[in-house]
């Protein structure tokens, strides 16, 4: 059963969005996870005049290195959700937004740590998840997915998961490991580690929202909310989130998040960046 602590992830297919439900999110809840479709994200072309200032100097560079004709785009797509999902949640226009990669590869916003990112994709799905109480990992993957399991059991499961797996029927198990599969990626990403962290170091138990030591103890004291969501389409959500106890304050604007002489260096380099 999923724990009421995650909230539902959100459909965003495209820039004319209610981004206000992102607002509403990020009050209520603190945290915001959204999805669409790569292409409905995309621009008519990538020689769009405005696709450059709104993925800044970094992601436009980055974008031209692809060689891949579906790796540009879906970059493309995957930048333009995540910065205007974080305008929305910062109430600053997306070209202002300006991202950034930490060691590993896990973007961020510059001068708004207080606001965790993590970005998932597959197939046709795009996965964003913003967090302003502590850490957030996404993960998709299809429902349907085929795991199997003698292949990975050694590698995905703990001793206490493997104990409750052997009880299950083939089509609960596939329905389990899946499950499984998408919150242990969620929350290593969160921990920023990947696929660094061995999957069997944690477990999780039959409801897939209560982080569990190897032999099925708890592991957590309440801080971290799992859940997994279902969305049209068959696409299978993995959310980890973690509240470090930094309160409850709700304003998420830049001008309250960033620091002004930040703020001016910014909004200076996205004029650069358009002329």
């Known amino acids: 059963m999923n724990s009421p602590a995650v909230a539902p992830p959100l459909l965003m297919p495209g820039p004319g969005s209610p981004w206000s439900r992102v607002r509403q999110s990020m009050a209520w809840h603190g945290h915001v996870v959204v999805h669409a479709e790569w292409r409905d994200w995309l ?6 005049p405005t696709l450059r200032p709104l993925l800044g100097p970094r992601d436009w560079q980055r974008l ?13 797509a995957s930048r333009l959700l995540l910065k205007y999902t974080a305008g929305a949640a910062l109430q600053t226009p997306p070209d202002a937004v300006e991202l950034a990669s930490k060691a590993g590869g896990r973007p961020y916003l510059r001068g708004c740590d207080q606001i965790e990112v993590s970005l998932s994709h597959t197939g046709d799905l795009l996965v964003v998840g913003l967090n302003r109480r502590g850490r957030i990992g996404v993960d998709t993957e299809r429902a349907d997915r085929r795991i199997q399991y003698s292949a990975v059991e050694r590698h995905l499961c703990t001793p206490d998961e493997r104990r409750r797996l052997a009880a299950l029927s083939p089509k609960e198990l596939q329905h389990d490991l899946v499950h ?26 039959a409801g897939h929202s209560t982080l569990l030591t190897p032999q099925g103890a708890p592991a957590s004291h309440g801080e971290w909310s799992f859940a997994t969501f279902e969305l049209s389409g068959g696409h299978l959500v993995g959310v980890a989130c973690h509240d470090a106890g930094y309160g409850d304050e709700g304003d998420t604007a830049v001008s309250t998040m960033l620091d002004e002489g930040f703020l001016g260096e910014v909004v200076d380099l996205v004029g650069r960046a358009a002329r």
């Open 180 to 205: 499984t599969w998408v919150l242990k990626e969620a929350y290593t990403k969160a921990l920023g580690q990947g696929m660094r962290m061995g999957f069997t170091q944690f477990g999780f138990d």
């Open 64 to 76: 031209h290195a692809l060689t891949d004709p579906q790796a540009r785009d879906r970059f493309a």
């Open 43 to 48: 621009p008519a072309t990538l020689a769009d």
